[in-house]
């Protein structure tokens, strides 16, 4: 007897075209600004896992990328400093990171920032061309707290 799958609704501005990828769909150029893609290659799983994070935290974290993948860059660095709101884009120094600087297999010349991912939750890492790469995962905020 052979089972039948549940077909699943997704949310299909999630996926990108490999046109959308390379930098040159429409919306860079309506927007001004390169679109921003998000990796977690360079994860510092060790400090904090996505495992830890509840149900809740990880419908939030969903709901930021999300919202980050409606942004262009320069949108999103427009949106840092003390403001409240938004994404806070704010650059931080190496010396506030577990393990004193950048991950391993990285080249230690990228600027490291923290974004946030909502009112308590953030997330950390460096911009390398059109993606984000979260090396850090700050779920209580205590790496700039």
Not at 74 to 94: D, H, I, P, Y
Request: one cysteine or more.
């Amino acid at each position: 007897m052979q089972k039948s799958l549940k077909r699943r609704n997704v949310d299909s501005s999630l996926f990108v075209s490999l046109k959308d990828a390379a930098g040159d769909g429409a919306r860079t150029a309506q927007h001004g600004g390169i679109d921003i893609f998000v990796s977690i290659t360079y994860l510092q799983h060790q400090y904090e896992c996505f495992s830890d994070w509840g149900k809740q935290e990880m419908k939030s974290f969903w709901r930021f990328l999300h919202k980050l993948r409606q942004y262009t860059w320069v949108e999103l660095q427009r949106s840092g400093g003390n403001a409240r709101s938004g994404f806070g884009m704010t650059k931080v120094s190496r010396s506030r990171y577990p393990t004193g600087g950048y991950p391993e297999d990285t080249d230690g010349n990228s600027d490291m920032y923290e974004l946030r991912v909502d009112q308590r939750r953030r997330v950390h890492g460096f911009r390398d061309g059109n993606i984000f790469h979260i090396c850090w995962l700050d779920r209580n905020h205590r790496i700039c707290s």
